[in-house]
């Protein structure tokens, strides 16, 4: 049995303290979140692979065409989603929305919790675990879209217990261990296609071992393909072809569009090599990514001087800069900040943890150490604040590297997650029983009660009878400007920044 020094014996306590104040803020906010616009898409790919479940009709389901593109996006989160409404009989858009937001929440909280889990298995610590979970939760744009983000943040989440349970699996080397596992991995596989790093870290984990059992090896492998066609319905049909699809849809995504980025207005399809390295390093918090540099230093530092004690880094580093390395060689579609490269976010954090720890034990001098620690800490409570300030506005969190007037160099809300408080400042506000709105965007009112989305009817600014439009709502995408069209009733702010507006039309 363990036995914990004063310090470890406080983190473990506090760890547990964590988590149940998260997992009641949790509860007691996940209704606060709008609808993205992105939510009703995803919930379609949920949809669409029930149905076939259901019915097996194989034609139906293959004819959808580009916008049945989902049948490639992983769709095991969304089939558990919408598996989900089907047995609690959520009809609703209303409950629906909640009930998805619930669920997502969730699965972000349960993984919060494998990532320490995780923590201590890298660093034999519960400080350290601590500290990552801590990191996880108070990064802003994480924390927000863990209730409605239902494809990057599950990524990201099932990445982390994969990677705990192949450390499991490397110790063990068990039939057992090999079939979780594989289990977990399938999952990830099936959520996005670039969870095949996972299999692949695994294995070189694994032949770095000094002993090693070949046939656990042979049969996660076997298993994590078995796996990966049982929880992806496509696949039932023709593995090789659908894979092969999948991933040629991943590289180059049939949509165009233009973003806002660096000032200009630039197509998805031909961003330069620096999106994301630049979203990175300006909406992760400045003291992560400074404990980040200094734990890849040492990194090299300790790999050269003792090769093996690194394993475990560089596993981190194997699932951190690929993906990465991938998007900018590939010129792979991207858009909406760096979400789809969310997963290698963890790894980035545990580098930062390395970094942290590895400082901390070579500074002799205990006033220094000291320091580091209060300055960790106090940059936690100082991200940590602006969360609880702008709430439920995390989504739009830029570090000092973002400069000024950032509304006219970087999209904000870009998935119209503010809309839903502009419509409810209108409902609250405007006794019309029928209330005309435009917008330049794409409003998304389902996760209003039934009664007030009878109120509401939506048309465009420039429709044939724009004396019926009543109010504009704008989200500043594309048009960072402000419009001279009506008369300001509501903002949502962001610091100095708007990020949505209700105007009153003249």
């Not at 699932?319 to 590939?330: D, E, G, H, Q, S």
């Not at 006033?367 to 409570?381: E, P, Y």
């Not at 969190?397 to 970087?410: D, E, V």
Request: net charge positive; proline share 4%.
């Amino acid at each position: 049995m363990q036995i914990l020094n004063a310090n470890e014996f406080f983190f473990k306590r506090a760890a547990i303290v964590f988590f149940i104040g998260l997992f009641f803020i949790g509860c007691f906010t996940f209704s606060d979140y709008g609808v993205s616009n992105d939510e009703e898409a995803q919930r379609f790919i949920g949809e669409i692979n029930y149905n076939f479940i259901k019915t097996g009709n194989s034609e139906e389901f293959l004819a959808l065409g580009d916008y049945g593109a989902g049948k490639y996006h992983g769709p095991i989160f969304e089939i558990f989603l919408y598996s989900a409404e089907k047995i609690l009989n959520v009809t609703d858009s209303h409950h629906i929305y909640l009930l998805r937001h619930g669920l997502n929440f969730l699965t972000f909280f349960i993984a919060t919790m494998f990532f320490y889990l995780l923590g201590l298995k890298f660093f034999k610590s519960h400080g350290a675990a601590l500290l990552c979970s801590v990191m996880l939760v108070v990064s802003p744009r994480i924390f927000a879209e863990s209730f409605y983000n239902s494809k990057d943040l599950p990524m990201l989440c099932f990445c982390i217990i994969a990677s705990y349970t192949a450390f499991l699996f490397i110790e063990r080397q068990t039939i057992g261990w090999a079939l979780i596992h594989a289990l977990c991995c399938g999952i990830v596989l099936d959520v996005r296609i670039m969870g095949l790093l996972l299999p692949l870290a695994t294995m070189y984990l694994y032949v770095m071992q000094k002993h090693r059992k070949t046939i656990p090896l042979l049969l996660f492998l076997s298993y994590t393909l078995g796996f990966t066609i049982a929880f992806w319905p496509v696949l039932w049909l023709n593995p090789i072809y659908h894979f092969i699809e999948a991933f040629r849809q991943l590289s180059h995504f049939s949509l165009t569009a233009n973003i806002l980025y660096l000032g200009q207005l630039v197509s998805i399809t031909n961003l330069p090599w620096h999106y994301l390295p630049v979203w990175i390093s300006i909406t992760t918090p400045i003291c992560y990514s400074v404990l980040f540099l200094i734990g890849l230093i040492f990194a090299i530092k300790n790999t050269y001087t003792n090769f093996s004690s690194t394993l475990p880094i560089q596993f981190s580093l194997f699932m951190f800069a690929p993906p990465i390395l991938a998007v900018i060689i590939l010129n792979s579609t991207v858009y909406n900040a760096w979400r789809h490269v969310y997963f290698v976010y963890p790894y980035l954090l545990l580098i930062a943890v390395y970094g942290f720890t590895q400082l901390t034990k070579a500074i002799k001098k205990r006033l220094f150490v000291k320091i580091i620690s209060f300055s960790t800490l106090s940059s936690i409570l100082f991200v940590c604040t602006f969360m609880i300030i702008n709430h439920p506005f995390q989504n739009v969190y830029f570090n000092s590297l973002a400069g000024k007037n950032i509304r006219q160099n970087f999209e904000l809300d870009y998935w119209g997650l503010s809309y839903k408080q502009g419509l409810e400042y209108i409902l609250a506000n405007d006794t019309s029983a029928i209330i005309y709105i435009a917008d330049n965007m794409g409003v998304d009112a389902r996760i209003l009660p039934v009664a007030d989305r009878r109120r509401l009817r939506f048309t465009n600014v420039y429709s044939n009878d724009p004396k019926s439009v009543k109010y504009f709502l704008t989200g500043f995408i594309t048009h960072p400007n402000d419009y001279n069209i009506g008369t300001s009733v509501y903002q949502v702010k962001v610091g100095n920044e708007k990020i949505m507006e209700v105007l009153k039309l003249r």
